[in-house]
C-alpha cells in the first residue's frame, strides 16, 4: 500500500520569504515522488518529480523539493514567495511497478502568500 | 509538457439528464486515462481507470453504471455522467498518462497530465 501525507491544510507566507510546503509518504520500495499545483477551477499541473538521483529536484516556476529517504519526506519549497504562487499543491507517491500504476495524492495544501 | 484538453469546461444540466465530458490528450498518445472527481477544498478521489479498447477498472463505490467510461482511442476518452442527480454536482477532472517513454517522450515518462476540469452543476 502506498500513501502521501500533507499535514498543513493551509501555509501563509509573506510575499519575498522562503516558502515550504511539507509532504510525507509511506511505500514499498523506492518511490517515485510528484509535486502538482492547482489554482481555482482548474485543473492540476505538474511541477516537479523525483525518480532518481538527485535528491533536491528543480521543477517549473522556481519551485523544487528534496527527497530525503530516511525521514520518507519530500518538501516543496521556493527560495522567495510570489503573491502568483497562491494556490492548492498536491504531493504524489507512486509505486515504481507493477498494477496500473497510479499515483495516490495527499490532500493538499493551500498556499496563501500575502504581498 | 503533453496537453490535455477537456470539454466542457462548465456545465449545467436538469436533474435526469446526462452529460458527457470528453479528455483529450492533444500532442501525446495515452494508454491509460484516469477520471477523478473533486470536492469542494479536498482532495482528488479516483473514480476510474480508463484502458484503451478495454473496460474501464472502477473504484469501490463508483457506480459503473452510473459513470459510463468510454476509451475509444489512445487519445480521447469520455465520462458520461447518467440520470444525473444534484448530488452530482461537483468538479470532475481526466488525466492521461503518455505511454511512449522512449526518445522525444522520454522526458514525459511517469509524468499524469490533467485536463482542466469540468465544472458540474445539476439542478
Known amino acids: 500500500a502506498q500513501s502521501v501525507a500533507q499535514p498543513e491544510d493551509q501555509v501563509n507566507v509573506a510575499e519575498g520569504n522562503p516558502l515550504t510546503v511539507k509532504c510525507t509518504y509511506s511505500?514499498?520500495?523506492?518511490?517515485?515522488l510528484f509535486w502538482y499545483v492547482q489554482y481555482p477551477n482548474r485543473g492540476l499541473q505538474f511541477l516537479l518529480k523525483?525518480?532518481?538521483?538527485?535528491?533536491l529536484v528543480k521543477g517549473s516556476y522556481g519551485f523544487e523539493a528534496e527527497f530525503n529517504k530516511s525521514q520518507t519526506s519530500f518538501h516543496l519549497k521556493k527560495p522567495s514567495a510570489l503573491v502568483s504562487d497562491s494556490a492548492l499543491y498536491f504531493c504524489?507517491?507512486?509505486?515504481?511497478?507493477?498494477?496500473?500504476?497510479?499515483?495516490?495524492f495527499g490532500r493538499g495544501t493551500s498556499l496563501i502568500v500575502h504581498p | 509538457g503533453a496537453v490535455v484538453s477537456q470539454h466542457p469546461s462548465w456545465v449545467i444540466c436538469k436533474s435526469g439528464t446526462s452529460v458527457k465530458i470528453e479528455c483529450r490528450s492533444l500532442?501525446?498518445?495515452?494508454?491509460?486515462m484516469f477520471w477523478y472527481r473533486q470536492f469542494p477544498k479536498q482532495s482528488l478521489m479516483l473514480m476510474a481507470t480508463?484502458?484503451?479498447?478495454?473496460?474501464?477498472?472502477?473504484e469501490q463505490g463508483v457506480e459503473k453504471d452510473k459513470f459510463l467510461i468510454n476509451h475509444a482511442s489512445l487519445t480521447l476518452s469520455t465520462l458520461t455522467v447518467t440520470s444525473a442527480h444534484p448530488e452530482d454536482s461537483s468538479f470532475y477532472i481526466c488525466?492521461?498518462?503518455?505511454?511512449?517513454?522512449?526518445?522525444?517522450?522520454?522526458?514525459?515518462?511517469?509524468?499524469?497530465?490533467f485536463g482542466a476540469g469540468t465544472r458540474l452543476s445539476v439542478l
Open positions: 488525466s492521461a498518462r503518455a505511454n511512449r517513454t522512449s526518445g522525444f517522450w522520454a522526458r514525459w515518462k511517469n509524468i499524469q497530465y
Open positions: 511505500v514499498s520500495g523506492n518511490p517515485y
Open positions: 523525483y525518480i532518481t538521483g538527485d535528491n
Open positions: 504524489a507517491v507512486r509505486h515504481p511497478s507493477g498494477g496500473s500504476y497510479i499515483p495516490t
Open positions: 500532442d501525446f498518445q495515452a494508454t491509460t
Open positions: 480508463s484502458n484503451e479498447g478495454s473496460k474501464a477498472t472502477y
